[in-house]
């Protein structure tokens, strides 16, 4: 069955970075985009960021724009989020999530949590 | 960006209730919007897709309706495992957004 296990998540104080990894299986990894969503304490769902299949497009929300990186190795099904300089408001729960090949999130990871506090 | 606004943000319902939960989009989505449910540390589960048609596995009690605008989901008669958070989410245009929630509680 579809897997999506996420790691990398910690404490951080602002201005450092973070890399996140999510790993694939039970799938086509290299078939499909991957999204990063995150959910702040008490709050709704954020998207973040999408990386296509291929690597090649790349789209992220504004606030995260030059300070996030996706990127992924399809040789190794694992997707990654790169983010530097990072902020308070950037505290949450990031996950993993599949594109439906229809932009919907069909299959979520479990999370892995990021603070960032000094 | 497309801004959706979820309606009401509590619903307080017993177990064999229909609930019936809203989802208003600031400008017209056509029907690519989708809902999904979310228990307490657990990761968030594709409802409904396209508005109105349901993801693999999601039960019949589950159903949605409406285009442009406004739309609705619908759970026919609430089961326990059904009360949770539920999200719309539309993915007609970038940056692809979420509504603030509805919760569904037990009254």
């Known amino acids: 069955q579809v897997e999506l296990v996420e790691s990398g998540g910690g404490v951080v104080q602002p201005g450092r970075s973070l890399r996140l990894s999510c790993a694939a299986s039970g799938f086509s990894f290299r078939n499909y985009g991957i999204h990063w969503v995150r959910q702040a304490p008490g709050k709704g769902l954020e998207w973040v960021a999408v990386?296509?299949?291929?690597?090649?497009?790349?789209f992220y929300e504004d606030s995260v724009k030059g300070r996030f990186t996706i990127s992924r190795d399809n040789s190794k099904n694992t997707l990654f989020l790169q983010m530097n300089s990072l902020r308070v408001e950037d505290t949450a729960v990031y996950y993993c999530?599949?594109?439906?090949?229809?932009?919907?999130?069909?299959?979520w990871g479990q999370g892995t949590r990021v603070t960032v506090s000094s | 960006e497309i801004v959706l606004t979820q309606s009401p943000a509590t619903l307080s319902l017993s177990p064999g209730d229909r609930a019936t939960l809203s989802c208003r989009a600031s400008?017209?989505?056509?029907?690519?919007l989708a809902w999904y449910q979310q228990k307490p540390g657990q990761a968030p589960r594709l409802l409904i897709y396209?508005?109105?048609n349901r993801a693999t596995a999601i039960p019949a009690r589950f159903s949605g309706s409406g285009s442009g605008t406004d739309f609705t989901l619908t759970i026919s008669s609430l089961e326990p495992e059904d009360f949770a958070v539920y999200y719309c989410q539309q993915r007609s245009s970038w940056p692809l957004t979420f509504g603030g929630g509805t919760q569904v509680e037990i009254k």
């Open positions: 990386i296509w299949s291929d690597g090649g497009h790349k």
């Open positions: 400008q017209s989505v056509s029907s690519y």
């Open positions: 396209d508005a109105s």
């Open positions: 999530a599949r594109d439906s090949l229809s932009g919907y999130y069909d299959s």
